[in-house]
């Protein structure tokens, strides 16, 4: 029996999006204190999620809830569409969950992500940031991946029909998606180069993989030389106990 309308899956292949969700906080200036704002609040912060260098991401997601934290009136604030952010006062650092709701024809569940809001400055710069009364980002890079998703969301992903195809596909092949491709569909590649507001590019990934690779180097030769180390001490050890007539064990 065939796939209901709108629900046959694309066999073998997963394809991600990439985004990236966090938050600003700024100090506010108490000689510019709106006057119906709380004594107690001493930051004004917004959380958001976007695409990386915000690019577009509402063609494959519909909604974005924000929970805060109870203290503040309506904390489950649900935002249907972008900017998908939302922009408060206050005074103390929390959790916010962040559930991410699908277009319909995703025919997908919500994923839920958390993010920690931050107002304090952290590491060898913390009190000169904090002097500067400098605006704190804190924010990360996700990739949702939609495995074998719907025919018809495929095609929104994609911006392309699906191909057909003969014999099975190869299962858990991982397609991109992001932006517009040489072809007219949609790629997922991030942009080649950092900028003022996105640090999230193909240099810096190949930075940081430069950077895992030296570590890993590192932990290797640590590894390496304790080995060394552990089997001097045994052999020493060994060498001590046929010096005092102690059965030795063979190995």
Known sequence: MPAPAGTKRVKGVSIFRPFVFGSIARPIDTNKKPPDLPAEHTHQWTVWVKGVDDEDIS???????FKLHETYANSLRTVE???FEV???GWGE??????LYFVPESNEKAQTIWHGLKFHPYGPDAEQQRERREPII???YEEVIFNEPVEQFYEIL???PVQPTKGKGS?????SGHGKGNDGGRTAEIPYAESPGNPY??????????RMGEAIKTVEQMVKEERTKLAEREAKLESLKKMEGVPTKKK
């Open 158 to 160: 994609t911006g392309a």
């Open 138 to 140: 804190s924010q990360n």
């Open 171 to 175: 299962k858990g092949s991982k397609l």
């Open 87 to 89: 922009t408060e006062t």
């Open 59 to 65: 063609y494959w997601l519909k909604k974005v809830q």
């Open 94 to 99: 929390f959790e916010i969950q962040i559930k």
């Open 81 to 83: 569409g972008p900017p």
């Open 201 to 210: 590019s193909q240099k810096t990934e190949g930075k940081e993989l430069d």
